[in-house]
Antibody, heavy 119, light 107 residues
Framework: QVTLRESGPALVKPTQTLTLTCTFSGFSLSTSGMCVSWIRQPPGKALEWLAL???????YYSTSLKTRLTISKDTSKNQVVLTMTNMDPVDTATYYC???????????WGQGTLVTVSS | EIVLTQSPATLSLSPGERATLSCRASQSVSSYLAWYQQKPGQAPRLLIYDASNRATGIPARFSGSGSGTDFTLTISSLEPEDFAVYYC?????????FGPGTKVDIK
């Protein structure tokens, strides 16, 4: 069974750097074709794709957030880490990680973690 | 960037009724379109991928159709657990983008 779980701070201050960890089980990110992605959702709003890392350590970022995001993986720990710099209240959202199926789609998703940006 | 538009924004129906949701892409995405269901307080769940394929464990009352720029998600007979928000997503052109969602609520 594939599961993912996000962890990180619930509250960050403006200008701080956010670090989120996705811990997964049921698959290995060293297996060819495997990818993990981060997606966020502001309260009451739609989903926004943020970043992706694949088994070969290739990384892809949202065009609009590229300068603020870094994604990395620790295959031995089954973890993917996302950092986002210079946090702003508009970054308040639930942050999800998801595996990307061999078919190319997000499945399954973690439960999400709500991050509030406030002083 | 490919923009997805979903209509209607809200669909008010009764259990047992048929639901038809639309997703339109700003340019062709071929069949690289998926539908996700999201219930309050939960993560999205993959329902349909590649426009018309049901994901594992998804009931047969959910079906998807379309290609190019126009897509439809149909729920043949609404069950109480189907009242939720539905998002379409394309992966024809990275970054994959999501539509704004259609809320299916109880009439």
């Amino acid at each position: 069974q594939v599961t993912l779980r996000e962890s990180g701070p619930a509250l960050v201050k403006p200008t701080q750097t956010l670090t989120l960890t996705c811990t997964f089980s049921g698959f290995s990110l060293s297996t060819s074709g495997m990818c993990v992605s981060w997606i966020r959702q502001p309260p009451g709003k739609a989903l926004e794709w943020l970043a992706l890392i694949d088994w070969d350590d290739d990384k892809y970022y949202s065009t609009s957030l590229k300068t603020r995001l870094t994604i990395s993986k620790d295959t031995s720990k089954n973890q993917v880490v996302l950092t986002m710099t210079n946090m702003d209240p508009v970054d308040t959202a639930t942050y999800y990680c998801a595996r990307i199926q061999p078919s190319g789609w997000f499945d399954p998703w973690g439960q999400g973690t709500l991050v509030t940006v406030s002083s | 960037e490919i923009v997805l538009t979903q209509s209607p924004a809200t669909l008010s129906l009764s259990p047992g009724e048929r639901a038809t949701l639309s997703c339109r892409a700003s340019q062709s995405v071929s069949s690289y379109l998926a539908w996700y269901q999201q219930k309050p307080g939960q993560a999205p769940r993959l329902l349909i991928y590649d426009a018309s394929n049901r994901a594992t464990g998804i009931p047969a009352r959910f079906s998807g159709s379309g290609s190019g720029t126009d897509f439809t998600l149909t729920i043949s007979s609404l069950e109480p657990e189907d009242f939720a928000v539905y998002y379409c997503q394309q992966r024809s052109n990275w970054p994959g983008t999501f539509g704004p969602g259609t809320k299916v609520d109880i009439k």
